[in-house]
């Protein structure tokens, strides 16, 4: 009678090896299910590991304040910023790829272990039972591509480059927007204490001390992430700051910042290269491979190799034409160059946009300038002034605080401006 160890027609499986085929079976499912588990185990220990780390970090306001000065905060966010690390680790990854195209010519070894044994014999496995062989291997880029590969690397590393000087610029920017909203928020305080009457019972100046601490805090907080350092609560003295000669701004701005335009022209240049990618495929691509014998190999006590010479290498030349009889990258060529001319109308477009930007970023600081000289005048004036009644009085207080909003408002808008000229053209003195 047929069963299923045993089916009509088939030769019996010994018991023993039965035996050994289950208890190899049963040792794999145990090894998964110590898998599953293990990595539950090691996830809740890294998540504990990881909460372990946030509770002991101090919470905000156990945080020690530190004032430091223009110099020092600069120190700090370029040796710490975290966003100008991922720049700089984008332009490593960028040079590597220029030596890649070089490096891919080396030839590579392969380790290989065999070891074919059955089941039964298991327990008496030995090393003649296990092969092992070392290869080499040649494998050359195509000739016609490496040229391509080169460029596209050296324009990588030349964007790359120029990104990473545009993040400096721009993480400069935000410091002296940041350092410029401290000093206004320090002068509107200020402004608020002069503000407050001579019979307030504590009220109004607790008020005022709220808001400048919640400020205070957000400013803080700001400089934080910029110099990527949470072990204190960082301000920067605005006296520390250097001046910026707002004349050599008005005279940049009579054309655009190369850099700037050189970010724009490599999107071009990008686009230019992928027309040309497509535009190689209609030619012929040659092939070089290189291969060689087992350097050395083992197997079952017996050991070979060889000593490389050129009577041991084999050479493979290939000269490969895909023809395009479907029109598949007739298509593609054809997108890519209306993308590209589309793509340079963009550009031209852009670049007129940005240009009418920059006018109208030195006008509106221009106008500020005045502006603001005009109404600080005018505070100190009615500061000054001596109210003649109590309704004068009062009067004459609400005027000061519509003309305080208005600078702090104003005020935090030329921030932006400033800012942003300082972004497009970088430090200028």
């Not at 919470?59 to 975290?82: C, F, G, V, Y």
């Not at 966003?83 to 010519?105: H, M």
């Not at 040659?286 to 490389?308: C, K, R, V, W």
């Not at 550009?347 to 005009?374: G, N, P, T």
Request: charged content about 25%; proline content about 3%; overall charge positive.
């Amino acid at each position: 009678m047929a069963s299923p160890l045993h089916p009509a027609g088939a030769f019996p499986l010994p018991m023993t090896a039965v035996r050994q085929w289950l208890s190899v079976s049963f040792l794999c499912f145990l090894l998964l299910l110590t898998a599953s588990c293990s990595v539950n185990r090691h996830m809740e220990e890294k998540t504990r590991e990881m909460m372990k780390q946030i509770e002991a970090e101090p919470h905000w306001n156990q945080l020690p304040e530190r004032t430091i000065s223009w110099s020092a905060a600069m120190k700090m966010m370029m040796d710490n910023n975290l966003e100008l690390k991922e720049s700089q680790l984008n332009l490593q990854q960028a040079e590597w790829s220029v030596k890649r195209v070089f490096t891919q010519i080396i030839p590579g070894v392969n380790l290989d272990l065999m070891m074919t044994r059955d089941i039964s014999g298991l327990s008496s496995m030995s090393a003649r039972d296990v092969e092992y062989h070392t290869n080499i291997l040649f494998n050359m880029p195509s000739l016609t591509q490496v040229p391509f590969d080169y460029y596209s690397a050296k324009a990588s590393v030349y964007a790359s480059r120029n990104m990473l000087e545009m993040k400096k610029r721009e993480l400069v920017s935000q410091l002296y927007r940041q350092v410029l909203l401290y000093d206004n928020a320090l002068r509107s305080r200020q402004n608020a204490l002069d503000s407050i009457p001579f019979d307030d019972d504590g009220t109004q100046r607790a008020k005022v001390d709220r808001e400048w601490e919640n400020t205070r805090r957000d400013i803080s907080k700001a400089f934080v992430a910029l110099f990527g350092d949470m072990s204190a609560r960082w301000l920067v003295a605005p006296s520390t700051m250097p001046r910026i000669s707002w004349a050599a701004y008005r005279k940049a701005s009579r054309k655009l910042d190369f850099l700037v335009v050189s970010i724009m022209a490599m999107e071009l240049e990008a686009s230019r290269l992928s027309v040309l990618n497509v535009k190689m495929r209609f030619f012929p691509s040659m092939d070089i491979n290189f291969y060689s014998p087992s350097l050395f190999s083992g197997s079952g006590g017996t050991y070979s190799g060889f000593f490389a010479g050129a009577g041991d290498m084999q050479v493979n030349m290939s000269l490969k034409e895909q023809l395009d009889t479907r029109l598949d990258i007739w298509n593609q060529y054809r997108n890519a160059r209306e993308n590209h001319k589309i793509l340079e109308k963009k550009m031209r477009m852009r670049l007129v946009e940005r240009r009418e930007k920059v006018e109208a970023l030195i006008k509106s600081r221009d106008e500020f300038e005045s502006w603001q000289s005009y109404y600080r005048k005018k505070a100190a004036f009615l500061k000054k002034r001596l109210a003649l009644s109590g309704e004068e009085y009062l009067q004459q207080r609400k005027d000061l605080q519509t003309i305080y909003h208005d600078l702090d408002s104003e005020a935090a808008k030329n921030a932006e401006v400033e800012a942003a000229l300082i972004m497009e053209y970088g430090w200028l003195k």
